[in-house]
């Protein structure tokens, strides 16, 4: 499982949930804003959370930070003097906590449930956050509204009603008893949009206190990109997010080099969040034969200055090219034209001669699905694994003060055909089940190469 969907896992036992009246006495120890970290074989993760605790020693708890893609559907927990114990029922399975109070400190384990396979038994460490000063919920409410007004990437907002959507939520907003209490109303809230890259949550930040002693996981590749064989006379590249500058695009060159001497080659983009161009257009450039249309992407401002409403109005022949590596030059770019095609491709030496494949699965999110979109139009590679989920938007992470990101989507994306893959994913060419403690996907493709061989 992807780090970043397994950290996402390990803090969502957490129900974002609206506290219930304050408690007295011990059991109240608990209560208040914490930033807790999980602690992992890969390293540490730290979120926010909110507890609150109620009549008799009962618990609810938010998380504050980012959510991911993990789902809850009920939790309960309980506080008694000192101690603390929480359980979850996720969609993944059921986790339980168990912590011990003292002072500002918290400390305890984690454990699944059920479906251990998934998850990592583990420590977890708590300091009670007493410098956050919480800005009025209204004010933070509507700083947040501004931003999605003026920025949402669909000048007709998808179709929701943004009158009656404010009238339902700001009077909420403005009754919030907490910070949970506002970060659960906000989510609800975006989440009448059903579109991907939108969040609202609390920057998250280090602790240093924390993370004092804890082992450290080994280094990840450089800007999670890496090789070796997989075969004779077939490479494997897996690249684990689209980092951005130019160390990315000399990183891609430098691999490509090393598995230049192979007939064939597999690019495993499974559990790869995306990201930004560098990558994804020089790997653009090794897999396409010829410089090509790549995909297009259009602004709000730019549809309302062309008098339309959908991105699907644009005529691309029309539209302006962008071949660059650098999403700073994009954002200029798409800032003056409003809309652009991306070209990418032929840009770099063919040094292997016979097929591609590229992995995916229901990780692959964002830029890793729009270079997956690209692939099976173009025909350049076979895709092997599992539909991506369609979450693919551009987006900006815009600070909020008083400690809040919102993360708003600024971009509609269609590939070189016009064809969406927010809200529909990019079906592999050859589907494979996945199957736990063996790695179906490369067994499928190394077979798929030795019959095409």
Known sequence: MPRAILCACLCLFLAAAAPPPAASGAAAAVGGRWNIVFVMPQGAYETPVEFAVGEGGSVTATILGPLGTFRITDTKGVAKGNALRLTANTSWGRLKLQAVVEGDRLKGRYAPAGLASLFFKGELRGLRDRTHAPRPALETFDAAWSLIEGGFHAPDYGGIDMKGLRQRYRPLAAAARGEGELVSLMRRMLGEFRTSHLDFFATPSITPQLHSGIKQAAPPAPHGISWKQAAPSVGFLSIQSFEDGPGVVARIDQAFAALGGNESLIVDLRGNGGGTLAA????????????????????????????????????????????????????????????????????????????????????????????????KETKAATLIGRKTPGLMLGANMIPIEGGWTLVLPVLDFRTPRGVKVEGRGVEPDIKVKYRDGRDADLAAALSFLRAKS
């Open 280 to 375: 994804a257009m020089r790997l653009a450039d090794h897999i396409l034969p010829r410089p090509m249309p790549v995909g297009y992407f259009a602004s709000r401002q730019g549809l309302i200055e062309r008098n339309l409403t959908s991105i699907d109005q644009l005529d691309r022949s029309a539209l302006s090219t962008f071949a660059g590596y650098s999403s700073e030059e994009f954002g200029r770019a798409i800032a003056e034209k409003g809309a652009l095609m991306l070209t990418s491709g032929g840009r770099a030496p063919r040094l292997y001669s016979g097929k591609v494949v590229i992995l995916i699965d229901e990780y692959c999110f964002s830029a890793s699905e729009a270079l997956a979109g690209v692939v």
